[in-house]
Structures are given as C-alpha cells and as structure tokens.
C-alpha cells in the first residue's frame, strides 16, 4: 500500500470518528441533581480559600483567609471586604441546589459551554482536613429568579445571588477599611512625622508615642504624661476604620505624585501580641486637600477621606489627660490638700465624710464633714479640666510648695502643687498644667467650712423626754409609748413642743459660725434623754456672724452655725417663759 493510500484511509477515518463525535454531541445523558444543599459538604466557619472567575468578563480573583483576615491574594494583595465574604457564608449556608425544569436539556443553552462563572470554595471540615468545591454557573433561568449551575457533573439550578458575587469589580473585592484591625486589641500607638495646613504656616511636629497601661494611656515620647483614654480611643477606631475613598494605583511608577516618596507622617499600631501594621501618609503638596496613603510594605496607593485623618492629626497638647479628676468620683475615698501650713484631709469612712486640718506636722482630729460640701467638691472636680499644658523648654518654672492626693481604695493619684498655687504636675510627668483658681481657694478654706451643718439628728422613737432651761427655769417634757409628748406631769398633748419638735430632733444650720468660747447670748439649753440611757445637749442663742450681725445661732458638741429654722430661738424662749 503506497503511501498516497494511507494518507487517504487516515483521513476517510478521521471523517468517520468525526461524524461520530458530532452526531453523538448533545446526546450523552445529562445527570441532574437531587435536591439539597448547593455547597453540600462545605463548612461556613472553616471557609479558608474563594477561587472566582468569570469567564465572560475575564475577571479571576482569589481570596484566602490568614490569621489576620481575609485578603485578596490574586491578581494583587489587598485586604478583602468583609461583606462579600459574609455573602459567601450565607450562601453556603442557605443556598439549595434545585432540580432543572427542561425535560431536554442543552449544555450550550444553559452556558456550560464554556461555563460563565467558576466559584471554588475551600472550607476546613474541624479536622484539619482542607476540602475543595467547584460550583460551575451558567445562564440565568428563564423565570430571572434563578441561575443554572453545575456541581460534581449534575445539573440543577439555585437562586441568583450566586451570580451577583461576581458582577463586582476587582475594587468591590477590597476592604473600604484602609487598615483593618480591632481597636479594641492595640496597646501601642506611634506616631512620626509632620503636618503643614499651607505654605504660610509652621510645620507642625506630630511625633508621639503611647502605650496602654492597664486602662490608663500614657505617652512615652517626646514627653511622659498621661493621655486621655478616650482620645486614644478616637485615634485608634478613625485609624482602623479609616475609609478609603478610591484606590489609584496598585503599583505605583512615582510616589512623589502622592507626596508618599517621603512620607509626610506615619502610624503604627501594635496589638497585645505583638502585631503591627502601618500607614503612610502624604499630599501632592503642601495645601493639597487630598490626602494619599499606602499600607506599609505594600505598593497601593489609595486615597483616603481627609475628614477623617483630621482625627489622627490631633496634636499631643489635644491627646492629654486634662481631668482633674481620673476616677469616677464614686470610687474616691480621700483628698488631701497641702500647701506649707496650710492643709485639709476629707477621708470617707462608710457613707459619711470626715475631716480634719493640718496642725504642722500631723493631722489634726477628724470630725463631721458636711457631705453635700464634700459631693459639691467631687462634682467640680469631676468636671474640671487642667488648661494649658507645657513641656520642655516651653514650661513655665515650676517649684512644688504642696499636693494634692486623690485616693482610690486601691491606688492613690498625686499632684504637685506649685509655689503658683494655680499651676500643677503630676506625679512622675514632665507637662506643667494651670488649674482653676477655685480649687485652691476651696480647700484651703476655714475647717468651719468643712463641718457638717447636720448638728443634730435623733430619731424620735429612741427619745424619752426633753429638757429645756433658761435663766433658772426649766421645763420637762415627756414622751409616752405612744409618742405623745406632754409637760411632766400633764396629760394634755404638748402642742406648742410640736410645732418646733422636728427642727430640735433634725438641728441643721445653714452657715458656721466660729466658736470663741464664750455662751451664746440668751442661751437656752435642751437636753434629749435616750431611751437607752443617753443623752444629746444643744443651746439655741444670739451669736454674731461674719460681718458682726447678731443672729440666731445653735451649738452643739463645741461646733456651731447659724439656725436654719427662722425664728427657733423666739419659740424656745415663749415655752419656756409659760
């Protein structure tokens, strides 16, 4: 046989087999699905790896899940959104696999030829154990409701949101977070660099560095302070929710047209275990209203919203701790103030409030203090703010003369006072602070204006019988189980003792008055009798107040203060007088 022959004989069995293939084309039996679950065997916690193609719009994109998130790891690397991933677990959880409606179906009028889209999902079952599953989609349904799909070579159909993952663009596959991390976990902030508003104006240094102490911020560099937690908070949500506006360039030919060949500023934030990640920052110029940043280590360029890095430009002066006051006031247990011989000690002992004065080298006894003075001074405290924080060679000069203590029952916060009384330091700072001038004037304050103003206060079932005198006279009055008060030896009710009765049981005067140890004019003493044996002594008289003016007055234990009942003294003097 020539040659010629064989050539023909190869050719004519070619044609045959040809024939053959397209005859039989179309007619190879197409399995359908059962119904069920359409990423059956795929676990939506262990979702680890999204392989996506679209082969009509050329778009491959793959998406791997890392320790720290999900990122795109091809064509670029870049954080994921977390929203399309989200998308991914509801539709491998709730997702079913829905049998096919056409009785003859056709590979190539449902798009299988080639397919429109490929999904593969990679999930880990909790063992370990990575397994893979490819979900090839075709056309939409005739009913626009559903999309055809193919799984291990059945067909079936499912509902169209599979299809919608990927009419997205690359962009759409990336995080709009231009650093995504948890606030909640960082410990460290750093930042460098500088910022400039326009070409009129100073540079403005933006170096500090902060670590987180327990629940206190505090800077380390360039000053030691105290920063306030909830400035920090600020710095660290608007740097991890930074929004990216629009991404330029993934690899970017010339950094200087973002100003980002040089950085103008960074920031790093550092995670309890040790992560870091950093942003870079940078204008086209200086006044530029746009601003550029990159991911450190990586190459994109992307712009970002420039309302929200007004946050992270806050300078350190605006990140300090200005609160007098750092605890909640509830928890405050003592405050001592001292400046050379002057001093006062508010000590909380249960629910009440005592206080005692500085004597020269120790303190003085502690007595009542009136506790809506003492709430007034936490109220003022908790409220007032340190101004205009110094440091460095812009600190004014400053020489302690005193201190003022805050204590905690589990810590004590202390301040230096200056030879200024108006300018303060805290305790192991470096920043010079001016503070409100009530402060000082508050507690260096008479001790008579510490002292309760509640002399006296019984209660009434624990009272057998009163006593008041004057002049030699004396009157009694007596209490019956039924609480029924009458003059000793009566049985009628005492009514004229009634009407002044709640203002003796409650005395409270409502302004102290020195005690230069002479009886109050016109005196009238009165003497409870407790039923258990004690007794409680008082006097209503005349004193003389601050501006000399005689007044009503009560005395009780050495310590006195004007009546707060008006006209006490003139009803006190007609029962006894009867």
Not at 289 to 305: H, K, L, M, P
Request: with cysteine; net charge negative; hydrophobic share 40%.
């Amino acid at each position: 046989m020539n040659s010629r022959t064989s050539l023909l004989l190869v050719l004519l069995l070619a044609a045959i087999a040809g024939i053959a293939y397209w005859s039989n084309r179309g007619t190879d039996p197409i399995v359908e699905a059962a119904p069920g679950k359409l990423f059956a065997g795929v676990s939506a916690p262990g979702l680890q790896k999204l392989r996506l193609e679209h082969t009509r719009r050329g778009l491959l994109v793959t998406l791997e899940r890392r320790d720290d998130g999900w990122w795109i790891t091809d064509p670029v690397e870049h954080p994921a959104e977390a929203g399309v991933i989200g998308l991914f677990a509801q539709m491998i959880e709730f997702n079913e696999l829905i049998p096919i409606t056409q009785e003859s179906p056709d590979l190539a009028d449902l798009g299988f030829e080639p397919p429109v889209g490929l999904i593969d999902v990679t999930s880990d079952d909790g063992t370990g154990k990575l397994t893979t599953k490819r979900i090839e989609m075709g056309n939409a349904d005739l009913d626009g409701r559903h999309v055809y799909v193919r799984v291990d070579g059945k067909l079936g159909r499912t509902v169209r949101n599979i299809t919608n993952t990927l009419e997205r663009n690359l962009d759409e596959f990336r995080s709009t977070r231009a650093l995504v991390m948890d606030p909640g976990q960082i410990v460290e902030v750093h930042r460098t660099g500088y910022d400039q508003a326009s070409l009129d104006s100073e540079r403005v240094d933006l170096d500090f560095s902060a670590f987180l102490d327990g629940t206190n911020w505090v800077a380390t560099a360039p000053v030691n302070a105290s920063l306030d937690p909830r400035m920090l908070e600020v710095v660290c949500r608007a740097t991890t929710f930074l929004p990216i506006m629009r991404h330029i360039e993934d690899v970017p030919q010339d950094l200087s047209l973002y100003g980002l060949e040089q950085p103008w500023w960074r920031i790093a934030l550092r995670t309890h275990s040790g992560e870091e990640r950093a942003l870079l920052f940078g204008r086209a110029s200086v006044g530029g209203d746009r601003w550029f940043a990159q991911r450190e280590r990586q190459t994109a360029v992307f712009e970002v919203d420039g309302l929200s890095v007004l946050e992270l430009l806050r300078p350190l002066g605006e990140l300090l701790d200005l609160r007098v006051l750092q605890e909640p006031k509830s928890r405050i247990i003592g405050v001592e103030y001292r400046t050379g011989d002057d001093g006062v000690l508010l000590a909380r002992e249960g629910a009440s409030w005592t206080v005692a004065p500085w004597a020269g080298d120790d303190w003085g006894a502690a007595e009542a203090a009136d506790p809506t003075l003492v709430a007034d001074l936490l109220d003022r405290l908790s409220q007032s703010n340190l101004r205009a924080p110094l440091w460095g060679a812009e600190a004014p000069s400053f020489e302690p003369a005193g201190t003022l203590r805050l204590s905690t029952n589990e810590e004590t916060f202390q301040i230096a006072i200056g030879a200024d009384p108006s300018l303060f330091r805290r305790a192991g700072e470096d920043v010079v602070f001016h503070c409100e001038d009530w402060l000082h004037e508050r507690l260096t304050a008479p001790l008579n204006s510490w002292r309760s103003l509640q002399l006296l206060q019984l209660d009434e079932v624990n009272v057998s019988a009163l006593t008041l005198s004057r002049d030699g006279v004396e009157r009694r009055f007596e209490r019956s189980d039924r609480g029924l008060w009458t003059r000793a030896g009566e049985t009628d009710e005492a009514r004229d003792l009634l009407k002044v009765m709640d203002a003796l049981l409650f005395l409270r005067g409502k302004g102290h008055v020195a005690n230069d140890g002479e009886p109050l004019a016109r005196a009238i003493d009165g003497v409870f009798e407790l039923r258990d044996g004690g007794t409680r002594r008082f006097s209503v008289g005349l004193a003389k107040d601050d501006r000399g003016v005689l007044r009503e007055a009560v005395e009780v234990d050495g310590q006195r203060a004007l009546v707060g009942a008006v006209g006490l003294h003139a009803r006190l003097a007609g029962i006894v007088a009867e």
